[in-house]
């Protein structure tokens, strides 16, 4: 089976499972698993933040970020496809008391800044209005294809962010793909935000866990969030042996998932029945149309499946497809077959 619907599905590496079968072992409730505290260090380090704390998933990483730069009754802004808002069972609301206030997404993945001053109340002072207490950017963005914000976007919201006086936070769960991409260190993609997630489970293929970086004291913050969410973990050294796998070793290899989706959006750009864009491609998320006399996309991914190959809707009928380590250039080569086959039944 060639697997396309998420880069989550890529296995622990040999090297991984190594790894963790000699990680040194501690209770990290009590702070004592070096394997665990040698990945924070590291991932601070990478992404040039002062403090870094290990999470179980990237979903409770963006909940803690939240609910730790805004207080009960402000409002998180975020964009109407991010993950956070769609995807995260609106946790900020449920565990903080925080409202989502949702703005467009533009079609590269940015929020408008025009759109961001607009979630602010002309009168802050007025009693009538939640106030803002944080911006949410997510990078790359997942539901619009994967596209990796410009730096010089990051520094115009920064500015902004500045001139509220509110805090930016990046779901940056494919942080690491984002920088590959722009051919820079990910502390230069993290510096214009407060804080950062990143999951180390999706391209980077370890097979558990999520990293927020930020400073010392918004770290302490989340690491109390952490535990009152049941996040506290024992012996996390065994995640972390994969995690620190992931970050020596599966970094610069991102490379090839972003040519191998290239080489995907290239063959299925000259498919009869297949809508994309081939410049929103940019790291390793393709996403194109079923327009075909004889296809949906459900009887399309069903027909699809049959043949050997997994892809999945994403959204406004759009199918995704991911590249990631489990997947080589033969492997596209196959699943163009697969399609082509298809679509000219
Ligand atoms: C996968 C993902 C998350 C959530 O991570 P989980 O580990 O699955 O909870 C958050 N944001 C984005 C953009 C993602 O792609």
Not at 306 to 321: D, N, T
């Amino acid at each position: 089976m060639i697997e396309l619907r998420s880069d989550t599905f890529t296995l622990p590496t040999s090297q991984m499972m190594e790894a963790i079968q000699q990680a040194v072992l501690g209770d990290d409730v009590y702070g004592e698993d070096p394997t665990v505290k040698q990945l924070e260090e590291e991932a601070a380090r990478m992404l040039g933040k002062e403090a870094a704390i290990l999470m179980p998933s990237g979903t409770m990483a963006n909940l803690t970020s939240i609910m730790a730069h805004c207080p009960r009754g402000s409002k998180v802004i975020v964009g109407n496809e991010t993950d956070i808002y769609i995807y995260e069972a609106a946790g900020a609301t449920v565990c903080g008391g925080i409202m989502y206030e949702q703005i467009p997404t533009l079609p590269d993945g940015r929020l408008a800044i025009e759109d961001l001053e607009s979630a602010f109340p002309l009168d802050p002072s007025d009693p009538q209005f939640a106030l803002p207490a944080l911006i949410c950017l997510e990078n790359p963005h997942n539901r619009m294809g994967g596209r990796v914000l410009p730096l010089s976007y990051l520094v115009e919201v920064q500015r902004f962010a500045a001139t509220r006086g509110v805090p930016v936070h990046m779901d940056g769960a494919r942080l690491f793909n984002a920088a590959v991409a722009l051919q820079v260190a990910p502390s230069e993609i993290a510096q214009y935000a407060d804080s950062v997630q990143f999951c180390l489970s999706k391209g980077l293929s370890a097979p558990i866990g999520s990293i927020v970086a930020g400073t010392h004291t918004f770290i302490q913050s989340v690491y109390r969030l952490r535990k009152m969410l049941g996040g506290g973990m024992r012996q996390a050294g065994i995640i972390a042996a994969a995690g620190l796998v992931a970050l020596q070793q599966m970094v610069d290899r991102l490379a090839d998932d972003h040519a191998n989706a290239k080489r995907l959006a290239q063959g299925l750009a000259g498919i009869e029945g297949i809508v994309m864009n081939l410049e929103e491609v940019e790291t390793n998320i393709v996403f194109f149309r079923i327009e075909h006399p004889n296809y949906t996309w459900e009887t399309f991914v069903e027909a699809v499946q049959a043949q050997g190959l997994q892809v999945a809707e994403l959204g406004h009928g759009r199918i995704r497809a991911v590249t990631h380590s489990g997947i080589g250039s033969e492997d596209i080569d196959l699943a163009l077959d697969i399609i082509r086959k298809v679509l000219s039944s």
